[in-house]
């Protein structure tokens, strides 16, 4: 198995509490290594696929934590994506409670970036 996680603390405003907290929500997926293969090489200009195939499906899950990263030993909670607003914000919703979290980030500049990396309408 290959797992892949990748993870960003961002804002999140909660339905049950009607605050803004920072949040960590998490994509995770897992693969089979065995199924990965080698393709053909890449025709020229095509971008991404690095001569690699793969012969089965990936599983993924969202995870969100609430207070991330500021709170230790913070959990992890499953959660699906409920679609994106029209202010460009996630809408996430927690399996297990079934509360929503609207999640997003601000426009900002980022240490090593030149242009703009986030945009968030209020």
Same mark, same amino acid.
């Given at each position: 198995?290959?797992?892949?996680?990748?993870?960003?603390?961002?804002?999140?405003?909660?339905?049950?509490?009607?605050?803004?907290? *920072?949040? $960590?929500?998490?994509?995770v997926s897992q693969a089979v290594l065995a199924n990965f293969g080698l393709g053909p090489p890449d025709p020229p200009g095509a971008p991404w696929l690095f001569g690699l195939t793969y012969a089965g499906t990936t599983n993924y899950?969202?995870?969100?934590?609430?207070?991330?990263?500021?709170?230790?030993?913070?959990?992890?909670?499953?959660?699906?994506?409920? $679609?994106?607003?029209?202010?460009?914000?996630?809408?996430?919703?927690?399996?297990?409670?079934?509360?929503?979290?609207?999640?997003? $980030?601000?426009? $900002?500049?980022?240490?090593?970036?030149?242009? *703009? *990396?986030?945009?968030?309408?209020?």
């Amino acid at each position: 198995m290959m797992w892949s996680v990748a993870l960003q603390t961002m804002n999140g405003i909660r339905s049950s509490t009607k605050s803004e907290a *920072q949040v $960590g929500p998490a994509i995770v997926s897992q693969a089979v290594l065995a199924n990965f293969g080698l393709g053909p090489p890449d025709p020229p200009g095509a971008p991404w696929l690095f001569g690699l195939t793969y012969a089965g499906t990936t599983n993924y899950r969202t995870l969100v934590s609430f207070n991330f990263p500021y709170e230790k030993d913070t959990p992890f909670f499953d959660a699906y994506n409920d $679609g994106i607003l029209p202010t460009n914000q996630w809408n996430w919703r927690v399996k297990a409670t079934n509360e929503s979290v609207v999640i997003n $980030g601000y426009s $900002g500049y980022y240490r090593g970036s030149d242009n *703009q *990396q986030a945009n968030f309408i209020r």
